[in-house]
T-cell receptor, first 113, second 114 residues
Framework: GESVGLHLPTLSVQEGDNSIINCAYS??????FIWYKQESGKGPQFIID?????DKRQGQRVTVLLNKTVKHLSLQIAATQPGDSAVYFC????????????FGRGTSLIVHP | EAGVAQSPRYKIIEKRQSVAFWCNPI?????LYWYQQILGQGPKLLIQ????????DSQLPKDRFSAERLKGVDSTLKIQPAKLEDSAVYLC????????????FGNGTRLTVT
C-alpha cells in the first residue's frame, strides 16, 4: 500500500506486482510531462514522457496516464522488479515564454523480493 | 553517447568558505541546467542556460550563488560564502532544446557545509 513517510511518500510492493505512482501537477498551462527515476547516489534518469495532447503513453513495462481535468499524472510499472526500487519524480514543463522543468516531491518505491 | 559529467563528486567545506562545481554537458546539448536537491526533496531549478545566455535564474540566490557558461559548453556554479543550509546535492542537466525535451542529469556533487 501507500503511506506517507517522514520525507517522501512511500509505496511498498511485492516483486511481480504492478505499481502505480501518482502525481498532482500545479499548472494547467503545462504541456509536457516527464517521469524520472532516481537511484541512491545518482541523478534522475528519464523514464517516459507525455505531451498534453495525449492521455496515455506506453513504454517497456511502463505506462503514463495524464488527466488534465484534475491535473493528475500517474506512472504504472508492470511486473515490478527489485531493480525498480528508487525515488520517482514527475516533472512538468511550464510553458509561456521559456520552458522551466519543475519537479514534484517524489515517491519512494520499495520492491520486496 | 557520454553522459553529463560533474566534478567533484563530494565536497565538504566550512560555512563562509567558497566552493565551485563544474559541469560538462552532453555534446550538442544547447540547454544546461543547475538544480539544487536537498535531502528528501525534488530537484529545485537554480539556473537555466541556452548556449551561453541565461534563460531563467529567478530562484538563484544571487547574493551568494553565481554561474557561468562562457563558451556555451561547460559550466561552473559557485557559492561564496557558503551557509549551512546550502548543504545539498547540486545536479547539472542538459537537453537538446528548451522545450519538450527530457533532461539528462549528471550524478551530482554532494556538498556538506559544516
Amino acid at each position: 500500500g501507500e503511506s506517507v513517510g517522514l520525507h517522501l511518500p512511500t509505496l511498498s510492493v511485492q516483486e511481480g506486482d504492478n505499481s502505480i505512482i501518482n502525481c498532482a501537477y500545479s499548472n494547467s498551462a503545462s504541456d509536457y510531462f516527464i517521469w524520472y527515476k532516481q537511484e541512491s547516489g545518482k541523478g534522475p534518469q528519464f523514464i517516459i514522457d507525455i505531451r498534453s495532447n495525449m492521455d496515455k503513453r506506453q513504454g517497456q513495462r511502463v505506462t503514463v496516464l495524464l488527466n488534465k481535468t484534475v491535473k493528475h499524472l500517474s506512472l504504472q510499472i508492470a511486473a515490478t522488479q527489485p531493480g525498480d526500487s528508487a525515488v520517482y519524480f514527475c516533472a512538468e514543463n511550464l510553458s509561456g515564454g521559456s520552458y522551466i522543468p519543475t519537479f514534484g516531491r517524489g515517491t519512494s518505491l520499495i520492491v520486496h523480493p | 553517447e557520454a553522459g553529463v559529467a560533474q566534478s567533484p563528486r563530494y565536497k565538504i567545506i566550512e560555512k563562509r568558505q567558497s566552493v565551485a562545481f563544474w559541469c560538462n554537458p552532453i555534446s550538442g546539448h544547447a540547454t544546461l541546467y543547475w538544480y539544487q536537491q536537498i535531502l528528501g526533496q525534488g530537484p529545485k531549478l537554480l539556473i537555466q542556460f541556452q548556449n551561453n545566455g541565461v534563460v531563467d535564474d529567478s530562484q538563484l540566490p544571487k547574493d551568494r550563488f553565481s554561474a557561468e557558461r562562457l563558451k556555451g559548453v561547460d559550466s561552473t556554479l559557485k557559492i561564496q560564502p557558503a551557509k549551512l543550509e546550502d548543504s545539498a546535492v547540486y545536479l547539472c542537466a542538459s537537453s537538446l532544446q528548451t522545450d519538450n525535451s527530457p533532461l539528462h542529469f549528471g550524478n551530482g556533487t554532494r556538498l556538506t557545509v559544516t
